[in-house]
């Protein structure tokens, strides 16, 4: 379970389980010279809630595709793998640059050789 509230220097954990919802963006972010492509290896996202993001210690957790108009799990789509900073004048707010997620389906043949699923 990941940092919530996260600010330099005053880190507040979670005591329960916190899920977020994300949807997927092909955009890696924006800069001064314009936008970036989202790789093809990661799934980016922005927050369905504003100031949601994945932060300290939430690296390796799993994002599930919801099957449509439910909230109900399909499959799993990503493992989360890192978040961004963006630094702004008189705030020390953390982990406000955006949530990336590692694409699954680009491990599938390995995942099935490794637990041995005969398909």
């Known amino acids: ?10 880190t507040e954990y979670a005591t329960r389980l916190q899920e977020m919802i994300f949807q ?3 955009i890696e972010g924006v800069s001064p010279f314009g936008m970036t492509e989202c790789p093809h290896s990661l799934v980016c996202t922005v927050p369905e809630i504003k100031g949601g993001s994945l932060c300290f210690m939430d690296d ?3 994002m599930y595709r919801l099957r ?6 399909e499959c799993l ?15 020390s707010e953390m982990c406000n640059g955006g949530s990336f997620f590692t694409k699954v389906s680009l ?5 099935r050789t490794i637990i041995q699923l005969d398909y």
Do not use: C, D, H, L
Not at 107 to 111: A, Q, T
């Open 107 to 111: 491990f599938e043949e390995w995942i």
């Open 77 to 91: 789509y990503g493992i989360a793998s890192f978040y961004r900073n963006i630094e702004q004048a008189n705030s």
């Open 1 to 10: 379970m990941g940092s919530i509230r996260p600010v330099k220097g005053e």
């Open 68 to 73: 449509p108009g439910t909230i109900q799990k």
């Open 60 to 62: 390796g957790s799993p």
């Open 24 to 26: 997927e963006t092909y």
